[in-house]
Every structure is written in C-alpha cells, then in structure tokens.
C-alpha cells in the first residue's frame, strides 16, 4: 500500500518522532510506513490522517503488490 504520509508531514512541518508521539507509536513504526515496509492498523490509519487533516483514502493508495 503506498501513501502520502511523509509528504504531507514535511508540508505540516513534522518530524517523524513527532508525528509518532500524537499517534502513539515509535518514530521506526513511522518510517516504516513511509517507506512501504509496514501497513498499520486502521486505528492507525485513522490517526495519522486525522493529524495530517486528511481523509484515510486520500492518505493511502492500495496497490496490489503481486
């Protein structure tokens, strides 16, 4: 799944560290999720769109990877 999370962060003026404290998780869990290497939960999803003041669908792109 590809995403938009570490473009709209840098637009927001946001490290990765603090984008992981107000959603609660560690800033690797972040990173990870930039760069495609993990998919978080939908409570997560949620999350990070809700602080990055976009729509869940507007945050992530599904591609089927096969």
Known sequence: MENKIK???KIKRLSQD???QVCGVSRQTINAIENNKYDP?????????EHLEV????????????
């Not at 729509?55 to 096969?66: A, I, K, S, W, Y």
């Open 41 to 49: 939960s939908l409570e997560l999803a949620f999350q990070l769109a």
């Open 18 to 20: 603090q984008l992981a």
């Open 7 to 9: 473009e709209l962060r």
């Open 55 to 66: 729509r869940v669908d507007e945050l992530f792109l599904f591609r089927n990877r096969t």
